[in-house]
């Protein structure tokens, strides 16, 4: 079983940006694929960015995302982040990070992974 940690939550005016860190506890962390989620009161979990387990670490993002926020991951330190810039408050939510053992990033949602605990963030106007 995989331990996710997620960090770096806060509250940032518009425009700004955060950083999320994952930080996970495993044997072969760079066998997983990483991701991204966030979840809003009252509303529906939605993914936001995830990468690929397979060397080269191939991206995916959802479109209301694109362009903003940047995933990456450091296998040497078991660690998945989320760099968010230019945010808006529309990106209030609970960001959780998943991960799932070799499985498609389109796919991972679905084939139930591991999740952290969540961290908040919250964009002012």
């Known amino acids: 079983q995989v331990q996710l940690v997620e960090s770096g939550g806060g509250l940032v005016q518009a425009g700004g940006s955060l950083r999320l860190s994952c930080a996970a506890s495993?044997?072969?962390?760079?066998?997983?694929?990483m991701g991204w989620f966030r979840q809003a009161p009252g509303q529906e979990r939605e993914f936001v960015s995830g990468?690929?387990?397979?060397?080269?670490?191939?991206?995916y993002y959802a479109d209301s995302v694109k362009g903003r926020f940047t995933i990456s991951r450091d296998n040497a330190k078991n660690t998945v982040y989320l760099q968010m810039n230019s945010l808006k408050p529309e990106d209030t939510a609970v960001y959780s990070c998943?991960?799932?053992?070799?499985?498609?990033?389109?796919?991972?949602?679905?084939?139930?992974?591991?999740w952290g605990q969540g961290t908040q963030v919250t964009v002012s106007s």
């Open positions: 998943a991960a799932a053992y070799k499985v498609s990033v389109q796919t991972m949602g679905l084939m139930n992974p591991f």
């Open positions: 990468i690929s387990w397979r060397s080269g670490g191939s991206t």
């Open positions: 495993a044997r072969t962390f760079s066998s997983y694929t």
